[in-house]
């Protein structure tokens, strides 16, 4: 059996976040939209529907511990929406961004507009931290936005000259934000912190290029030292016993994804140069490239290998998920890694088109071949 790994969190066996919402919880979210029931009714049963995924979390036998992102309609909409504010929607202008399914179906992404200051007033997550605390003595995890996020989805132009004549504005805001919220989180227990990072994939697609190149963005400097440095600044300072760890997607809506591109040209400064303890990479399809780039990752990080896939209903066997691990092992030691599923199974709360048997069956898999790789 191998030994220990430089770092639990994350365990052998992980999860990224985000489950498949129960039919009584979708139907009250379309019900408050409706105004049929009330914002306290529809946290009631948030509540129960939290008990309850904490409840197959554990009997499953993960170590690590979500909320499901039960409250939050995307993976981003409690703390950016919700949380910071002076953002809107788009619903007019067209997208030139889109997410894509294995048919070519396509859904496009609603343009996001700032229109007034992204502002920290008070912990975000904290409440959903202590709740989630309360119902398990296992470990918890709290997922944050990528830092990013918002910029790479807006540009400047539509970020308000008004409000941000000057872009450092809008970044001090945001780093400012992601301090406090860090800050919080490590006040109130919480060391296990998960930033869904979109924009370092999304930046490897040639498409998310040109629409870069449209928008006047050096898409080169954006990837390897704008937005590697912002993040820096937002992890700084974080609490000692917080374990922050980063997930890497391209993409994740109904079955639907936003980019493909390997890790190759972000490899080393993902790796060496953005301070982060461990990594979730996405590897589920070829989409996203070899293993080769693992050969940067230094010692003591340990890299989450995404190899099941969340989007497709199609069940991965043992046999290949440990070949796959074996091939990843050539360019990083076994020891420095481990398994989850490649991403949520539900980062927009409409989630993905697989049954719940499924996702149970997926996540037991990860568990089995976990077992068999690393041991108990």
């Not at 979730?280 to 490239?289: K, Q």
């Not at 991965?316 to 420095?336: N, V, W």
Request: net charge negative.
């Amino acid at each position: 059996m191998a030994s220990a790994a430089p770092h639990n969190p994350p365990f052998r066996a992980e999860q990224v976040g985000s489950f498949l919402r129960p039919p009584e919880l979708l139907a009250a979210r379309e019900d408050l939209k409706a105004g049929k029931i009330k914002a306290a009714d529809l946290h009631e049963i948030e509540d129960r529907a939290i008990r309850d995924i904490v409840a197959f979390q554990e009997r499953l036998g993960l170590q690590s511990i979500t909320d499901g992102e039960f409250r939050r309609e995307t993976f981003f909409s409690a703390f950016y929406i919700q949380g910071l504010g002076g953002l809107q929607y788009d619903f007019e202008t067209p997208s030139d961004w889109f997410f894509v399914d294995r048919k070519g179906h396509r859904i496009p992404m609603l343009n996001i507009k700032v229109s007034d200051r992204l502002q920290w007033r008070s912990p975000v997550h904290v409440g959903d931290f202590k709740f989630l605390s309360s119902l398990t003595d296992r470990m918890v995890k709290i997922t944050l936005p990528s830092p990013t996020h918002i910029h790479c989805r807006a540009g400047r132009a539509n970020i308000s000259t008004q409000v941000y004549p000057d872009l450092d504005r809008f970044w001090d805001d945001i780093i400012d934000a992601f301090q406090k919220e860090l800050k919080a989180l490590g006040e109130a227990g919480c060391r296990y912190v998960q930033i869904d990072e979109t924009t370092l994939p999304c930046l490897t697609d040639p498409h998310a290029r040109a629409l870069m190149a449209q928008r006047r963005e050096d898409w080169r400097k954006l990837l390897l030292e704008t937005y590697p440095a912002v993040m820096n600044r937002c992890f700084a300072g974080r609490p000692a016993a917080m374990h922050l760890a980063m997930h890497l997607c391209r993409g994740n809506n109904q079955g639907h994804w936003s980019s493909e591109g390997g890790y190759d040209i972000v490899a080393d400064t993902l790796f060496n140069r953005i301070d982060v303890d461990s990594y979730f990479l996405e590897y589920d399809t070829p989409r996203a490239g070899n293993f080769e780039p693992l050969r940067l990752v230094p010692k003591n990080k340990t890299v989450v290998l995404g190899l099941v896939s969340t989007k497709f209903p199609e069940l991965e066997t043992k046999d290949e998920i440990r070949r796959r691990i074996d091939e990843a092992a050539r360019y990083c030691p076994l020891d420095q890694l481990a398994l989850s599923p490649q991403c949520g199974f539900a980062s927009a709360y409409a989630g993905n088109p697989i049954p719940g048997e499924i996702q149970e069956a997926k996540l037991r898999l990860v568990i089995d071949v976990a077992r068999e790789v690393w041991g108990s």
